[in-house]
């Protein structure tokens, strides 16, 4: 069973746009995580954010989360062709982790 | 860089075969994870290790899949039969328990193909 849903299901943007993904989670966490996956390759770690912070930044990257709406989003600025991936958000407990369906960008160069 | 390996990386099988897959997690790494994903789907948790002991295997189909990590190190992940709606990718994920940061790492994952 998937924690929750990614919004939109898929999202085309031109580079150097910034790109906006939604995650709504079911169930209470401890904190909450996004993840990158390229095609057929493993997921990779891009950043958490626990459920006493509002608002975390890394980069490229701004997350935002809402545990009274049960729900967080993920903010990539300036877009490149090379962040055309999958992403998807992972809430739970501390090691236990159950991801949602994903937003699937694509960047055009 | 310390890598979750993973091992095969493609696997095609026909149907009722045996297949099994394998991870060796980072060093020092105490919580080990098998995910199922279908094309098109998030990662669904199959079963979770805290060394060698199942914390949670309540998504795994028992009838038909084991999994074992017997020295609290590396894990195997065996389905026998092979079905059909087996095809996907079998991804292994392991994290540092008491480091609290709570991030997976993950393997590159093995594509099966049930034929």
């Known amino acids: 069973s998937q924690q929750g849903e990614e919004d939109p299901q898929a999202l085309s943007i031109q580079e150097g746009e910034n790109a906006t993904m939604n995650c709504s989670y079911k169930t209470s966490i401890n904190n909450l995580q996004w993840y990158r996956q390229n095609s057929g390759r493993g997921l990779v770690h891009l950043i958490l954010i626990r459920s006493n912070e509002r608002e975390k930044h890394s980069g490229r990257l701004r997350v935002t989360l809402d545990t009274s709406k049960k729900s967080s989003s993920l903010l990539i600025t300036a877009s490149r062709a090379a962040d055309t991936a999958s992403y998807f958000c992972a809430g739970g407990g501390t090691y236990k982790y159950i991801f949602g369906t994903g937003t699937r960008l694509k960047v055009l160069a | 860089e310390a890598e979750v390996a993973q091992s095969p990386r493609y696997k095609i099988t026909e149907k009722s075969q045996a297949v099994a897959f394998w991870c060796d997690p980072i060093s020092g790494h105490a919580t080990l994870y098998w995910y199922r994903q279908i094309l098109g789907q998030g990662p669904e948790l199959l079963v979770q290790f805290q060394d060698e002991s199942v914390v949670d295997d309540s998504q795994l189909p028992k009838d038909r899949f084991s999994a074992e990590r017997l020295k609290g190190v590396d894990s195997t992940l065996k389905i026998q039969p092979a079905e059909l709606g087996d095809s996907a990718m079998y991804l292994c994920?392991?994290?540092?328990?008491?480091?609290?940061?709570?991030?997976?790492?993950f393997g590159e994952g093995s594509r099966l193909t049930v034929l």
């Open positions: 994920a392991s994290s540092f328990v008491g480091q609290n940061t709570g991030e997976l790492f």
